[in-house]
């Protein structure tokens, strides 16, 4: 039952990943990628790590409305339909299977092979609310601290480029 | 019969009941309940022609005569539309407003010859956290139904619902921190079950956050005042312009389905779910003489009290729909970031300062 469900999610991530890449419409892409966000959250799901799933879903669905309006707001609408053609889709999938063969062994050497955290975590409370809660704020207090400065950082500079703008035309 | 097949064929029967009430009841009904309660609040009379052999039935049959009319209507896409996506974004809308209400728990846990029966679909941990996730979801129809349909005024309501969908998010997040805060949990089925008392219903310490919070969700699912993606006196009727048939039917049933979810949402989170006031369902189940009969007849009041809850909100959300005008669209982005945003904010501030004082004690 649970490996049916795997298959399933398994081929409708990696299969709205390639229609992504090979769309010709960047609004079908983005539509694609939400595709891809769902399934992932699928799965994240059936590795009982559902705060996980749920914030993959809520936090990228935002995102991705901000792609789609990015494409009707700037990018021409006269687009043609259907996928890619010729050998440009090729070297696409070619080159993103490569980067990944690439990173693989670097993240799983030197980034997975470190942590211990999936040792410290009690299988009880595993990818509940109150086990990554937990985990957050005690053990990996200064990443999610400094995380949060980042992002006050990303928003401040939005609203100064944004500020700026205005008063150099008024 | 072994216990899996057991617990599937439970999942599949709540599975069918739920869609079975919002498609078979809520849905037609409201459709209904639109048209005759803005009657009665305008002194009018209302749909009254559609009938059988001349009996009318003060207008039920009006939504049945609908839905025969619309699944009849040519199915028409225009012209330059992106056929694909014109036909997804219906469906988009739909699929997610039915999702949401597999985490709202609609009568509690009961025995039942010796099977444990829980009438929630999913009793998921981050349930609050899975239904804003597919709200947001439910978003998308709207607006890849503005993009495909190659029509000015439907990209514009598409438009619209986007950066209404920004505004409101986040802040009919932040609105209900301070309701977790009370409960200790995310999980629906947790803040139901912890409403068994009485005081300890939601609206009685957390009454401001279920004003943002409605205002917030009736802003979410773009109904009067907030419907400017809509908007029929400037934009025709806005990212639904160009659909007709049963496509047309299932933006409106999708409408439709958000608003019994919005009210299913408020009467677990704060008018004690499908609890009686003062009577717990232990004690029912012991007034009627216990075991499998009293937990029948229990969990049946049960659900019967959820669903009268949820007809007195669906009444509240017409009334209020009915009776104010819609707003501008800049008012609409001023309320959502300039009041309840850091109204929500406030209130968060406030639970936990009481909850620290032990003023607000948590259960």
């Known amino acids: ?170 | 019969m072994n216990s899996m097949t057991g617990d599937l064929l439970e999942t599949v029967v709540k599975i069918a009941f739920v869609i079975g009430l919002n498609l078979g009841f809520f849905a037609p009904m409201l459709g209904w309940v639109e048209r005759k309660q803005s009657a009665v609040m305008q002194d009018r009379i209302g749909a009254n022609r559609a009938g059988v052999f001349g009996f009318t039935f003060i207008g039920l049959l009006h939504s049945a005569a609908d839905a025969i009319k619309l699944i009849f209507k040519e199915d028409f896409i225009p012209r330059g539309a992106d056929r694909m996506m014109h036909t997804l974004a219906p469906v988009i809308a739909v699929v997610p407003a039915l999702a949401a209400f597999a985490v709202i728990p609609f009568g509690g846990k009961f025995e039942l010859a010796g099977h444990n029966v829980n009438l929630v679909i999913a009793d998921l941990d981050v349930g609050l956290l899975f239904v804003f996730a597919i709200a947001s979801i439910a978003t998308y129809g709207a607006v890849i139904a503005g993009w495909a349909s190659n029509n000015n005024w439907s990209m514009l309501g598409g438009l619209r619902s986007a950066a209404q969908m920004f505004s409101y998010e986040v802040t009919m997040g932040l609105t209900i921190i301070g309701l977790v805060m009370y409960y200790q949990s995310l999980s629906l089925v947790v803040i139901a079950e912890k409403q068994v008392d009485f005081w300890h219903w939601g609206i009685i310490y957390q009454w401001p956050a279920f004003i943002l919070f409605l205002t917030c969700a009736i802003a979410e699912n773009k109904r009067i005042p907030f419907d400017v993606p809509e908007a029929e006196s400037e934009l025709v009727a806005g990212y639904f312009t160009e659909y007709s048939g049963m496509k047309f039917i299932m933006f409106w049933t999708a409408e439709f389905i958000e608003v019994v979810t919005i009210s299913a949402l408020c009467v677990t989170m704060f008018f004690g779910a499908y609890h009686l006031p003062f009577i717990s369902p232990d004690m029912l189940v012991s007034i009627f003489g216990g075991g499998d009969f009293g937990a029948i007849v229990a969990m049946l009041i049960g659900i019967g009290v959820f669903v009268a809850k949820i007809c007195a909100l669906i009444f509240l959300q017409m009334a209020i729909r009915w009776t104010l005008p819609r707003f501008r669209y800049d008012q609409v982005m001023a309320l959502g970031w300039k009041i309840i945003l850091p109204a929500s904010l406030i209130w968060i501030f406030l639970t936990g300062l009481a909850i620290l004082l032990g003023l607000m004690p948590t259960v």
């Open chain 1, 1 to 170: 039952m649970s490996a049916l469900l795997f298959y399933i999610l398994a081929i409708g991530s990696v299969s709205c990943a390639l229609l992504m890449i090979l769309s010709k419409k960047a609004v079908n892409s983005a539509v694609a990628l939400v595709g891809v966000m769902l399934c992932l959250a699928g799965l994240f799901a059936m590795q009982n790590a559902h705060l996980i799933a749920a914030l993959q879903v809520l936090v990228y669905a935002g995102a991705i409305m901000v792609l789609v309006l990015f494409v009707i707001m700037l990018l021409n609408l006269r687009e043609k339909g259907g996928l890619l053609t010729g050998r440009q889709p090729f070297i696409q999938v070619g080159a993103v299977v490569l980067l990944n063969g690439l990173l693989a062994p670097l993240v799983s050497d030197y980034v997975m092979a470190p942590t211990t955290g999936i040792a410290l975590t009690d299988p009880a409370t595993f990818g509940t609310v109150k086990g990554v809660g937990t985990m957050l704020f005690t053990e990996y207090l200064l990443p999610f601290e400094i995380a949060s400065i980042l992002l006050l950082a990303a928003l401040v500079g939005a609203v100064v480029l944004t500020k700026n703008k205005k008063n150099s035309e008024g």
